[in-house]
T-cell receptor, first 110, second 115 residues
Framework: GESVGLHLPTLSVQEGDNSIINCAYS??????FIWYKQESGKGPQFIID?????DKRQGQRVTVLLNKTVKHLSLQIAATQPGDSAVYFCAERGGFKTIFGAGTRLFVKA | DTAVSQTPKYLVTQMGNDKSIKCEQN?????MYWYKQDSKKFLKIMFSYNNKELIINETVPNRFSPKSPDKAHLNLHINSLELGDSAVYFCASSQLIADLAGELFFGEGSRLTVL
């Protein structure tokens, strides 16, 4: 069946360090791969996306890498800040359907 | 000005009851969704409507019935509530345009607790 991501792992980083959050996916037919951030008590919020025919895309302090050979997606956050503490989800969209992975909890230590 | 708003934010009820959650979006999007988030934070798609037409219906029990009176509203009615229905239910909307990711805009969630 379709699956994106791993069971909810936790990543703890020091403020100012770079963070890398990883995700594995299984559906090769997806059009887009997307990262969302969910803060406590709120709905997920879009961070960055990458089209399936690309392998890297950069935003402000964030970079998404897509490796279709091994079906791997990663989110890199530069100079991690306390406000980056949240649960991060990778997701894949095909047509109208967006399927989410299990998420990664990021803790930022001051 | 809230883009996707859902009510109520919290709902506590007894097993066997019937309850509804309402959702409205003011983004002018054509597509709306219901997602269920369990205690392990896993987000699972339940339903999707595009221009009031049901386009996604994921193996959800018949006790769950979505209704979209117009493309700005998507409600979720749940009959005969069970303990396993306890979760946070998220409404979302999107506008699918060629060559764009069609990001989802989520509401703040409705936490349902069934006792």
């Amino acid at each position: 069946g379709e699956s994106v991501g791993l069971h909810l792992p936790t990543l703890s980083v020091q403020e100012g360090d770079n963070s890398i959050i990883n995700c594995a996916y299984s559906n090769s037919a997806s059009d887009y791969f997307i990262w969302y951030k969910q803060e406590s008590g709120k709905g997920p919020q879009f961070i960055i996306d990458i089209r399936s025919n690309m392998d890297k895309r950069q935003g402000q302090r964030v970079t998404v890498l897509l490796n279709k050979t091994v079906k791997h997606l990663s989110l890199q956050i530069a100079a991690t800040q306390p406000g980056d503490s949240a649960v991060y989800f990778c997701a894949e969209r095909g047509g109208f359907k967006t399927i989410f992975g299990a998420g990664t909890r990021l803790f930022v230590k001051a | 000005d809230t883009a996707v708003s859902q009510t109520p934010k919290y709902l506590v009820t007894q097993m066997g009851n019937d309850k509804s959650i309402k959702c409205e979006q003011n983004l002018g999007h054509d597509t709306m969704y219901w997602y269920k988030q369990d205690s392990k934070k896993f987000l699972k798609i339940m339903f999707s409507y595009n221009n009031k037409e049901l386009i996604i219906n994921e193996t959800v029990p018949n006790r769950f019935s979505p209704k979209s009176p117009d493309k700005a509203h998507l409600n979720l009615h749940i009959n005969s509530l069970e303990l396993g229905d306890s979760a946070v239910y998220f409404c979302a909307s999107s506008q699918l345009i060629a060559d764009l990711a069609g990001e989802l805009f989520f509401g703040e969630g409705s936490r349902l607790t069934v006792l």
